[in-house]
């Protein structure tokens, strides 16, 4: 079992920033890889950006250049830090992982940027 909890989101301007965290807990040596994913009202779940276990890392392309997913392997953390964010950034963001067996989804962090 791996257990995700995110935090850091909320209310930001165009043109702002903000940093998602993700703490892992659990049986995390069994997992593939991070990611974070983002939900908009009526639209479907989407990757934003993967990290491997050997730090390679891909990006959607509407948030290359702009957005940067990090781990640190000694804090069992994740992060996404967001840069440049324009309205359609808005969505509910996850944080992902899964081993080979299963799949894991934290409970979603809000991120709303206003024009």
């Known amino acids: 079992q791996v257990q995700l909890v995110e935090s850091g989101g909320g209310l930001v301007q165009a043109g702002g920033s903000l940093r998602l965290s993700c703490a892992a807990s659990?049986?995390?040596?069994?997992?593939?890889?991070m990611a974070w994913y983002r939900q908009a009202p009526g639209n479907q779940r989407e990757l934003v950006a993967r990290?491997?276990?050997?730090?390679?890392?891909n990006y959607a392309d509407s948030v290359k250049g702009r957005f940067t997913i990090s781990r640190d392997n000694v804090k069992n953390m994740v992060y996404l830090q967001m840069t440049s964010l324009k309205p359609e950034d808005t969505a509910v963001y996850y944080c992902?992982?899964?081993?080979?067996?299963?799949?894991?989804w934290g409970q979603g962090t809000q991120v709303t940027v206003s024009s």
């Open positions: 992902n992982t899964r081993t080979v067996t299963d799949n894991y």
């Open positions: 659990g049986s995390i040596f069994r997992v593939l890889y």
């Open positions: 990290i491997t276990s050997g730090f390679s890392t």
